[in-house]
T-cell receptor, first 114, second 111 residues
Framework: DARVTQTPRHKVTEMGQEVTMRCQPILGHNTVFWYRQTMMQGLELLAYFRNRAPLDDSGMPKDRFSAEMPDATLATLKIQPSEPRDSAVYFC????????????FGPGTRLTVT | QQQVKQSPQSLIVQKGGISIINCAYENTAFDYFPWYQQFPGKGPALLIAIRPDVSEKKEGRFTISFNKSAKQFSLHIMDSQPGDSATYFCAAKGGSEKLVFGKGTKLTVNP
């Protein structure tokens, strides 16, 4: 069945290293969202795309985070350099414009920065 | 104005009981109110959703009650089961595809 896939599922890295997380949205979906989930802040929207164009990245620390969609089947979220406070679960979600805003979430990438 | 306030943070219910989670919003432009269910180690999944033109929507044991004048909506889980133990998020959308999420409620249903 169609689902959002994310890689890697787990990532442990040292402070200062670059981290790249990947997402494959559901085929045919034209919106992609990146969220960060922590105990303290809950689910925070970092960025989202429609038809591969970035529409809003106001939730993202601009100096170290970047999000792109090189093609319709791949979305990436990069952190460079990573910091311990970036430790969280990062979710990608995809959906279709105009269908009641239903978003389908991937299984997440659990990032630990030491 | 973009916030959705959710309560309680945690809830413990006995098997067969009714679980009730409440959410409140300020932005009157919100026009879609979904609830998501998240199990440990998984991503959130859409459970049930409602638009403000109806006051109630029921799907199986799950019901959303919506009060437009009070700007509140709630999730009721009837005959709660241990398998319902999860974290529940309310959310709201209006004017764009962005969802604004509540902070979540961790539900534990004791057998």
């Amino acid at each position: 069945d169609a689902r959002v896939t994310q890689t890697p599922r787990h990532k442990v890295t040292e402070m200062g290293q670059e981290v790249t997380m990947r997402c494959q949205p559901i085929l045919g979906h034209n919106t992609v969202f990146w969220y960060r989930q922590t105990m303290m802040q809950g689910l925070e929207l970092l960025a989202y795309f429609r038809n591969r164009a970035p529409l809003d990245d106001s939730g993202m620390p601009k100096d170290r985070f970047s999000a792109e969609m090189p093609d319709a089947t791949l979305a990436t979220l990069k952190i460079q350099p990573s910091e311990p406070r970036d430790s969280a679960v990062y979710f990608c979600a995809s959906g279709l414009t105009g269908t009641g805003a239903e978003q389908y979430f991937g299984p997440g990438t659990r990032l630990t920065v030491t | 104005q973009q916030q959705v306030k959710q309560s309680p943070q945690s809830l413990i219910v006995q098997k067969g009981g009714i679980s009730i989670i409440n959410c409140a919003y300020e932005n009157t432009a919100f026009d879609y109110f979904p609830w998501y269910q998240q199990f440990p180690g998984k991503g959130p999944a859409l459970l049930i959703a409602i638009r403000p033109d109806v006051s109630e929507k029921k799907e199986g044991r799950f019901t959303i009650s919506f009060n437009k004048s009070a700007k509140q909506f709630s999730l009721h889980i009837m005959d709660s089961q241990p398998g319902d133990s999860a974290t529940y998020f309310c959310a709201a959308k209006g004017g764009s595809e962005k969802l604004v999420f509540g902070k979540g409620t961790k539900l534990t249903v004791n057998p």
